[in-house]
């Protein structure tokens, strides 16, 4: 079993299906020179490439190798040039890493806690581009502040 993604010319996924693994050309009709070719043609989609299921954030969740980046989503773009998919970006002043993570162009605040130590409060933040654009210093706004109830051991919104 394998999976691939249908692209448009823009090389947009428009959706992934599940297919013949690619190493099984027994079956593959003469026709065509690849399950790639064969899945575009039968679906209708000018353009298909095989994604894999167990790669995300250009990381294999197992022991194997990542395979073009990022498991395929729709909406998520194919670079042809480097031959990996990548996620929509989130915003427009967001940069991908190596690992083709989308970073924010100034890190989360440290008070965020997201380590979840008990003894300090957790802090929820959300990125404006507005705020980002009107003093070109911070784009991260606090949503909510959460503390830890050691009674219910539980966080609860302060």
């Given at each position: 079993m394998?999976?691939?993604?249908?692209?448009?010319?823009?090389?947009?996924?428009?959706?992934?299906?599940?297919?013949?693994?690619e190493t099984d050309t027994d079956t593959l009709p003469n026709e065509f020179s690849s399950w790639e070719d064969f899945?575009?043609?039968?679906?209708?989609?000018?353009k298909c490439k095989r994604t894999s299921y167990n790669t995300n954030n250009n990381a294999h969740s197992g022991d194997g190798t990542p395979f073009r980046g990022n498991y395929a989503g729709v909406g998520y773009t194919?670079?042809?040039?480097?031959?990996v998919f990548l996620k929509p970006q989130p915003y427009g002043s967001w940069v991908l890493d190596s690992n083709l993570i989308?970073?924010?162009?100034?890190?989360?605040?440290?008070?965020?806690?997201?380590?979840?130590?008990?003894?300090?409060?957790?802090?929820?933040?959300?990125?404006?581009?507005?705020?980002?654009?009107a003093?070109?210093?911070k784009g991260w706004v606090l949503t909510r502040?959460?503390?830890y109830n050691s009674e219910t051991e539980d966080w609860e919104q302060s």
């Amino acid at each position: 079993m394998a999976h691939y993604a249908l692209l448009n010319n823009a090389n947009i996924v428009q959706k992934v299906i599940v297919g013949i693994d690619e190493t099984d050309t027994d079956t593959l009709p003469n026709e065509f020179s690849s399950w790639e070719d064969f899945y575009a043609d039968q679906q209708g989609y000018p353009k298909c490439k095989r994604t894999s299921y167990n790669t995300n954030n250009n990381a294999h969740s197992g022991d194997g190798t990542p395979f073009r980046g990022n498991y395929a989503g729709v909406g998520y773009t194919y670079d042809e040039d480097n031959d990996v998919f990548l996620k929509p970006q989130p915003y427009g002043s967001w940069v991908l890493d190596s690992n083709l993570i989308w970073k924010p162009p100034i890190e989360l605040p440290s008070d965020a806690n997201l380590d979840r130590d008990t003894s300090l409060p957790m802090k929820s933040y959300t990125w404006s581009e507005d705020v980002y654009k009107a003093d070109n210093t911070k784009g991260w706004v606090l949503t909510r502040t959460y503390t830890y109830n050691s009674e219910t051991e539980d966080w609860e919104q302060s």
